[in-house]
């Protein structure tokens, strides 16, 4: 049944910056000819350029495993693009249900799942030989999912739906469904997931309630903890002592003890926070303002503020480097990637890459970043693409063209 939404003043702020994104286009009526439209385009700019074709029906290219691969979500193509890290060659591009908008990889990175939000399904998929390995029926709208920390289960959040889905991984099947809440109106949800180190606790901002969900893995009972005003991304201390939630609305970082599920604090950022991440010696926490293109890092302990850093416009995601040395943001609105030098808080390194930049992952060794570029739909039409980027110099060694939107991304090197 269609639901009908109303807006309330505090939606005003995430529609402003949603409309533009990949995850707003669920709904948006993308016809046959539209497709053929964009994949004209694709194919010639692609051959103008040089660049490899991707599968879309178009080629497929067969080579030998080396040294692992990227997985890319094409959410408008319905696909999942399989990339060979060392040459950014298309190995295949792979079918999967409606909208694919997130995906996570095994521990083992042999099998890859994906939450395809407009058909209500999980696609499992098989890292070697590039195959479906089964579909898994699940609520309404998945999104942000997860693997437990034994690697034995799924946990899915369901836009809109206030539920989340726990999957069997060795059956593919829903053991378990979690209520967070009420269905909320349109653009008040819960989207992310982390869970604590020693695996107990399954974290999910709640932006519908304002609260971060506790969701015991064993009992799968819910605590809840308050947060700001629509908490939008959490991240959890290696130590698992502290989580740290990202309130979009209220412009603000809430600290939360994880052993007593207290808030330890609220600090004001930037405008419109959203991406968060804590390094790997766990005194830092990186927070991404979208709106004033920013990055706010405090003190993991005494919550101070230790800067604020100038990126690139609307800075998506923030990740570090297995060091710590580096924390890299992408920037969606400037289609750049700025690279941050931890100690100095400073950005050394401003990379171009293609239209819409929103995620970033390492390989295995961290020799190479790869940038996804949702590219655009919109005159002037802009491929999707993924950027290769060389880590020693920070320069893009490739650019690879996939299909129509591409977004999430997981590297794997199956074992």
Same mark, same amino acid.
């Given at each position: ?15 402003? #910056? ?28 692609? #051959? ?27 959410? #408008? ?50 890292? @070697? ?126 600290? @939360? ?37 920013? @990055? ?64 970033? @992952? ?54």
């Amino acid at each position: 049944m269609k639901r009908n939404y109303t807006d309330s003043p505090k939606t005003t702020k995430y529609r402003a #910056l949603i409309g533009g994104l990949p995850e707003s286009q669920f709904g948006c009526r993308i016809t046959s000819g539209t497709l053929r439209y964009a994949a004209v385009f694709v194919i010639g700019i692609a #051959l103008l350029a040089g660049l490899p074709l991707s599968s879309s029906g178009l080629t497929k290219t067969t080579s030998p495993q080396s040294s692992g691969r990227v997985f890319v979500c094409n959410t #408008l193509s319905s696909s999942v693009s399989a990339v060979d890290a060392e040459s950014g060659a298309v190995l295949a591009t792979i079918p999967v249900g409606a909208r694919p908008i997130r995906i996570v990889a095994s521990q083992n990175g042999r099998k890859v799942y994906t939450s395809n939000y407009e058909s209500a399904s999980v696609s499992v998929i098989d890292t @070697v030989n590039l195959v479906v390995t089964a579909t898994i029926p699940v609520a309404e709208n998945p999104q942000e999912s997860d693997i437990t920390i034994d690697g034995t289960r799924l946990f899915v959040v369901h836009h809109h739906q206030q539920v989340v889905s726990v999957i069997d991984l060795a059956t593919n099947t829903v053991i378990q469904v979690i209520s967070i809440g009420v269905p909320p109106a349109e653009g008040k949800t819960a989207t992310d997931i982390a869970f604590t180190p020693d695996g107990r606790y399954a974290l999910v901002p709640n932006y519908a309630k304002n609260v971060v969900n506790f969701i015991d893995t064993t009992t799968y009972a819910v605590t809840d903890v308050p947060t700001g005003d629509q908490p939008r991304r959490v991240a959890i201390m290696p130590n698992g002592r502290r989580a740290f939630v990202a309130n979009f609305v209220g412009d603000s970082v809430t600290a @939360v003890n994880v052993r007593k599920k207290t808030v330890a604090g609220t600090v004001p950022t930037g405008d419109w926070a959203r991406g968060v991440a804590v390094n790997p010696q766990g005194n830092q926490v990186f927070v991404t303002n979208v709106a004033d293109g920013t @990055v706010t890092v405090l003190d993991t302990q005494t919550l101070a503020v230790l800067g604020e850093i100038r990126v690139g416009n609307k800075p998506w995601q923030v990740i570090f480097n297995a060091d710590g040395s580096r924390a890299i943001t992408s920037n969606s609105g400037s289609d750049d990637v700025s690279v941050i030098d931890t100690t100095t808080l400073t950005v050394i390194k401003t990379i171009d890459c293609g239209n819409g930049s929103f995620f970033s @992952v390492f390989n295995q060794d961290q020799t190479k970043l790869y940038v996804s570029n949702a590219g655009s739909l919109n005159p002037p039409f802009h491929p999707g693409s993924l950027s290769i980027i060389d880590t020693a110099t920070w320069t893009v060694i490739g650019t690879t063209t996939l299909e129509l939107q591409p977004f999430d991304e997981t590297f794997v090197n199956p074992l």
